[in-house]
């Protein structure tokens, strides 16, 4: 069989039906050896029975999910290609025919774009047309290098065998956006073309909520890029710290009549042990992700010159420095009999001893952590 029309289905009973109707006829008018298949998730409406009268085929996923059941019927479908495209009857399954192209010319997944195709009055809300969307397309698009401008069309098509070698895995809307990230990862071939999108057929409100899917479509954007997530953002933080820290640590900075003293110096030592931190988490979410297939294994060639050793071996120095800057300051502190010390001075000794040997206590537990998470 070349094509599985794939619609995910939960109580959809209104629209059902002349969704299967236009995606049976676009086979017929086409001579296309295909099916129509239904991936119910627990509806409790006629659905399944409208389905089955209709001439589709029902399979039912029971866990819970939009990501569940598009997943399931992935798994199940027939043909050589599949055609995801929701039951409400938003999206025209009559016009399906630039997917399939796309598809025969070799594509592993081919995306609709429906701010290109054309978006009817009323079928998409402001917020989700003008900020949610194109942000969320953005995002993608930046960190993970790809061309789509319309990350969450849920009209599109796929060969199955290329998408089922990702081993997608969420359960809920976010599915929409692993399924480019991954396939972006693997450096699929990836097309887009113009569909459109009609208002809603259903009376009853949407299964989406903005608010709880935009976000975990987001939260989803940067698990999957640990750079942007934590890389980037640990390097600015300790960049930052480092400056301002070498800046203060010899003496006041009067800058435009505005002085800069320890508290500003304790302030930039904050952020090189928290840019620290971070670069720590993103070496340590990297190796997890190498070890248990997170992210595909040929972005991860570089976790080999990742040394354990290196790591326990630095986090000990710094600790052995931490401690000699604290004796430095104990025999300042004695030399005046144990009195009140002046601020300004003992903490510019006392501050980096601080910074040396916490980061050196957490390089140093850190290398063994990496030993672990590289045991397979």
């Known amino acids: ?64 999910g939009y990501g569940n059941a598009l997943r399931y019927g992935c798994e199940n479908a027939y043909g050589k290609y599949v055609i995801m495209g929701d039951a409400d009857d938003s999206y025209n399954f009559l016009n399906l025919m630039p997917f399939l192209e796309k598809l025969r010319e070799g594509n592993d997944l081919v995306m609709g774009n429906r701010f290109k195709g054309g978006i009817a009055k009323g079928a998409m809300p402001w917020s989700h047309k003008y900020i949610g969307n194109p942000i969320l397309s953005f995002i993608g698009r930046m960190f993970f290098n790809s061309r789509i401008g319309d990350f969450h069309c849920g009209l599109r098509g796929y060969n199955r065998e290329s998408i089922h070698r990702l081993e997608l895995k969420t359960s809920g809307m976010e599915y929409a956006s692993e399924m480019v990230v991954m396939a972006e990862l693997n450096h699929y071939k990836i097309t887009e073309v113009p569909t459109t999108l009609d208002k809603d057929g259903r009376s009853r409100a949407p299964h989406l909520r903005s608010f709880r899917d935009g976000w975990r ?39 435009f009549n505005v002085v800069f003293d320890i508290h500003t110096f304790l302030y930039f030592a904050f952020f090189v042990i928290a840019g620290f931190n971070v670069i720590d988490i993103f070496l340590l979410v990297k190796l997890y992700a190498f070890n248990h297939n997170f992210l595909p294994q040929k972005t991860m060639n570089w976790n080999k010159g990742i040394k354990e050793d290196l790591f326990i071996f630095c986090g000990a120095i710094m600790t052995v420095i931490g401690f000699a800057l604290s004796i430095v300051a104990l025999n300042v502190w004695k030399n005046t009999d144990y009195s009140s010390l002046m601020p300004e001075t003992m903490m510019r000794i006392v501050i980096p001893s601080v910074v040396f040997m916490l980061i050196g206590i957490q390089s140093l537990f850190s290398g063994f952590f990496m030993g672990i998470l590289k045991v397979k």
């Open 217 to 255: 479509h987001l939260k989803f954007l940067f698990m999957y890029s640990p750079n942007w997530l934590f890389l980037y953002p640990g390097v600015i933080l300790l960049l930052i710290g480092l400056i301002g820290s070498v800046v203060l640590f010899t003496g006041q900075l009067n800058l």
């Open 1 to 64: 069989m070349e094509l599985t029309i794939l619609m995910p289905c939960l109580n959809e009973a209104e629209t059902l039906e002349i969704c299967i109707l236009k995606a049976k006829r676009f086979l017929e008018d086409n001579n296309i050896d295909g099916e129509v298949l239904v991936s119910d998730n627990g509806s409790v409406d006629n659905s399944v029975e409208i389905a089955r009268m209709r001439g589709a085929r029902v399979i039912h996923a029971f866990e819970k």
